[in-house]
């Protein structure tokens, strides 16, 4: 990188040295000086490379999409300012008024109100499916379908989805099949090898991992959607802050190790849980009594995920009990901290659903959602069974 320049203003210039930092630089510069107008020209035109303004592109956003694409084995990809701006960019940089979307039916909650809300405003329709049915999302899909949008093991129930069925969908129906990776990651799924066309990631999750930042990432196999990707979210301003996004870069350093641990705990406490008097049902999607446990197994392989979900029989107050009694685990709505966290979906992801709607999809007021952090897997389970059993005292 070259030196800032002298100015007036900010006169110190950055200290030479002929060795180079082994950290990546943080540049919190929004604005880039040129030479000359001829440079910005060479710019502009692609005969050399440059940067310009932050809201366009900045290089520790730079450096961590191409870590990202490398782990998802594509190129070109973006970081926006959080896992929601990635899933607008790719969403309202791609469709317009007249076009069609289906979506899985148990998307993030924000994904759903996308898809209900505000891409009906603006004249795209969209129809929410069965995700782990592939048949059942085929009826969806109208001459003007554009895009299927789904997340491989859904939040909280930890449902998996055809991939396989669902692809093939996509390309016989000349779809674009949209994958929100965030709970799988790339170590555990790779969607443009089961042939998905666009990435999504929340960065914020596992993948940063510190619940410090929030990033999201999008990335389409095709170049032109990806520059319209990218000019939806520089236009919308839908940028990374550098910080941001050298702090993610940071934690992605430890992402394979934390993940690693992170779900072989998961699959330990899940088996913990399904001892325990007073846990009613264990949701992990790579237990056999899981309802997906072998499509988990053909999709994700050994590597499962790092979330499980139960229910503990008793209701509210058996709920209220068990967090109270939790101690050392924060109950907190995100996942993929290094630390475990609680959510209770009933009073807080899934509040403003219908109860009736909620309890046909498995969510009691004693269901609860595990994000398994790394703390030591007997602290963890002693964790659990004492709060567990307060729960069942209440
Ligand atoms: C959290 C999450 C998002 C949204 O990401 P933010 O970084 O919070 O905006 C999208 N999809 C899934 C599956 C998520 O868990």
């Known amino acids: 990188m070259r030196n800032s320049r002298p100015s007036l203003i900010r006169p110190a210039t950055f200290p030479e040295s002929l060795s180079s930092p082994v950290v990546t630089p943080l540049s919190p510069s929004v604005v880039y000086a040129s030479d000359s107008p001829d440079e910005l020209d060479a710019q502009y035109e692609g005969r050399a490379q440059g940067y310009t303004y932050a809201r366009e592109g900045h290089p520790n956003a730079d450096v961590l999409a191409a870590r990202l694409d490398a782990m998802e084995g594509v190129q070109g990809g973006i970081v926006t300012g959080s896992g929601m701006a990635a899933v607008s960019a790719v969403m309202m940089g791609l469709l317009k008024a007249g076009d069609h979307v289906v979506g899985g039916d148990q998307l993030y909650g ?20 069965d995700p782990t049915d592939a048949a059942s999302l085929a009826a969806a899909i109208r001459r003007e379908t554009r895009m299927i949008l789904v997340e491989v093991v859904s939040n909280p129930t930890l449902r998996v989805a055809d991939m396989d069925g669902l692809a093939r969908l996509a390309r016989e129906r000349g779809v674009l099949l949209v994958v929100d990776n965030t709970f799988t990651t790339p170590r555990a799924y790779r969607p443009f090898e089961a042939g998905a066309d666009i990435v999504i990631h929340s960065v914020t999750k596992l993948l940063a991992g510190h619940s ?10 095709d170049a032109d959607l990806q520059k319209a990707i990218y000019d939806f979210a520089v236009t919308t301003g839908l940028t990374p802050s550098p910080f941001d996004c050298w702090l993610a870069e940071r934690g992605l350093a430890t992402f394979d190790l934390r993940f690693e641990r992170a779900q072989q705990s998961a699959a330990a406490l899940a088996d913990h849980l399904a001892t325990l008097p007073g846990v009613a049902r264990v949701l992990y999607p790579m237990r056999e009594d899981h309802p997906d446990a072998a499509r988990a197994r053909a999709l994700l392989g050994d590597q499962g995920c790092n979330m499980v979900s139960f229910e503990l029989a008793g209701g509210r107050a058996a709920a209220n009990a068990f967090t109270r009694a939790a101690q050392g685990l924060a109950f907190a709505p995100t996942l993929g901290d290094v630390g475990t966290t609680l959510s209770h979906p009933a009073s807080s ?10 309890a046909a999809l498995g969510m009691s007021e004693g269901f609860f959602r595990v994000s398994v952090g790394l703390e030591d897997i007997d ?4 964790v659990f069974t004492e709060a567990v059993a307060a729960a069942q005292a209440a």
């Open 110 to 129: 924000r994904s759903l109100r996308l898809m209900t809300q505000d891409l009906p405003r603006l004249g795209i329709a969209t129809t929410l499916a």
């Open 379 to 382: 602290a963890l389970r002693a």
């Open 212 to 221: 410090d930042v929030t990033l999201g990432y999008a990335v389409a196999r």
């Open 349 to 358: 992801s899934h509040r403003a659903m219908d109860p009736a709607a909620r």
